[in-house]
Nanobody, 126 residues
């Protein structure tokens, strides 16, 4: 069992940057998939980015490609999501998730993940 705790959310102006973090209570090195999802009010949870730990490949939703970067620090059991050029439509609760398996064509499907954090709110507004 692993617990995930996100932090770093907040209010940021359009065009600004923010980095959210996810700290795991134990090692994340044995999970094959580490991902960030987000959920806006009235919308379904959507995959934002995923890191395949076996080969280091990263995956991004088209809506964030070129603006967001996922990374990890195994020594700190921490996953990061660096968000740049933020837009109002990026406003959502951001969740980190880890999974024992990885599917390149299904990384953005929430049911593929085994553990979730409680989320951190990101609001992009002027």
């Amino acid at each position: 069992q692993v617990q995930l705790v996100e932090s770093g959310g907040g209010l940021v102006q359009p065009g600004g940057s923010l980095r959210v973090s996810c700290v795991a209570s134990g090692s994340i090195s044995h999970f094959y998939a580490i991902a960030w999802f987000r959920q806006a009010p009235g919308k379904e949870r959507e995959g934002v980015s995923c890191l395949s730990t076996s080969d280091g490949n990263t995956y991004y939703a088209d809506s964030v490609k070129g603006r967001f970067t996922i990374s990890r620090d195994n020594a700190k059991n921490t996953v990061y999501l660096e968000m740049n050029s933020l837009k109002p439509e990026d406003t959502a609760v951001y969740y980190c998730a880890v999974g024992f398996g990885f599917w390149a064509t299904a990384w953005d499907q929430p049911h593929r993940y085994d553990y979730w954090g409680q989320g951190t709110q990101v609001t992009v507004s002027s």
